[in-house]
């Protein structure tokens, strides 16, 4: 089970143009995808209805800053290659489009493919009750004067999902993924209460798909 937070899906549209988001996310992205569309079925993707609002609000915007920064990094390594044709000792490499391989768009597209193979939750009532009790608690992701109230009511959801599978039975990896690390924690270090909640419901965590992947293979 993987279960998505929009910054997941937006890392994949970004990892061209992040040193932190390492190359594999792309491709554990797809395969974790293709594999809920295996028979037997080999993998589920579980999303928030308010992931499908966020990224319906935030992708097209980081589609086109990431379109903006490779059309940049090609405009700078143009002006490397024009000094190195001065050089007739240097090697003349041949010029690369970056922009000509559309990767903002190839790359919105398999993040918008793993969001198409959820399945969505909506919130219960007993949820966005809790959600409210950790903003008014401060507790992560919220927290003194910034009060996450979408992400709370996304980890409240999660919570009871996972609680609901625990009580059937059900003992398979869930895996929340995310690379918010300053609302979360990080897998050796999740933030308080966050680190009991998950380990109550058998929750696990992952900052990117790369990392999501090795526990379901």
Not at 33 to 55: F, M, V
Not at 149 to 168: H, M
């Given at each position: 089970m993987v279960?998505?937070?929009?910054?997941?899906?937006?890392?994949?549209?970004?990892?061209?143009?992040?040193?932190?988001?390492?190359?594999?996310?792309?491709?554990?992205?797809?395969?974790?995808?293709?594999?809920?569309r295996t028979n037997?079925?080999?993998a589920w993707i579980i999303a928030?209805?308010?992931?499908?609002?966020?990224?319906?609000?935030?992708?097209?915007?980081?589609?086109?800053?990431?379109?903006?920064?490779?059309s940049k990094i090609e405009r700078d390594v143009d002006q490397v290659l024009a000094a190195a044709r001065l050089l007739p000792t240097v090697t003349q490499p041949p010029r690369l489009s970056l922009t000509g391989?559309?990767?903002?768009?190839?790359?919105?597209?398999?993040?918008?493919?793993?969001?198409?193979?959820?399945?969505?939750l909506k919130g219960e009532p007993n949820e966005i009750?809790?959600?409210h009790?950790?903003?008014?608690?401060?507790?992560?992701?919220?927290k003194k004067g910034k009060q996450e109230y979408k992400d709370c009511v996304i980890i409240e959801q999660y919570l009871s999902f996972c609680r609901d599978l625990r009580a059937g039975g059900l003992t398979t990896h869930c895996i929340f993924v995310?690379?918010?690390?300053?609302?979360?924690?990080?897998?050796?270090?999740?933030?308080?209460?966050?680190?009991?909640?998950f380990a109550a419901v058998g929750l696990e965590f992952a900052l990117n798909f790369d990392a999501a992947l090795s526990p379901i293979k």
């Amino acid at each position: 089970m993987v279960l998505l937070d929009t910054c997941s899906l937006l890392d994949v549209v970004r990892q061209p143009t992040r040193t932190n988001i390492p190359s594999g996310t792309i491709t554990a992205a797809l395969t974790i995808a293709q594999r809920t569309r295996t028979n037997p079925r080999g993998a589920w993707i579980i999303a928030s209805d308010l992931i499908l609002e966020e990224w319906a609000t935030r992708a097209q915007n980081i589609s086109k800053d990431v379109e903006v920064q490779i059309s940049k990094i090609e405009r700078d390594v143009d002006q490397v290659l024009a000094a190195a044709r001065l050089l007739p000792t240097v090697t003349q490499p041949p010029r690369l489009s970056l922009t000509g391989l559309r990767l903002h768009d190839e790359l919105h597209d398999i993040a918008a493919q793993v969001l198409a193979c959820a399945e969505i939750l909506k919130g219960e009532p007993n949820e966005i009750l809790n959600a409210h009790r950790r903003l008014v608690n401060g507790l992560a992701p919220a927290k003194k004067g910034k009060q996450e109230y979408k992400d709370c009511v996304i980890i409240e959801q999660y919570l009871s999902f996972c609680r609901d599978l625990r009580a059937g039975g059900l003992t398979t990896h869930c895996i929340f993924v995310t690379s918010n690390i300053n609302d979360y924690g990080t897998p050796q270090g999740l933030l308080p209460p966050r680190d009991m909640e998950f380990a109550a419901v058998g929750l696990e965590f992952a900052l990117n798909f790369d990392a999501a992947l090795s526990p379901i293979k």
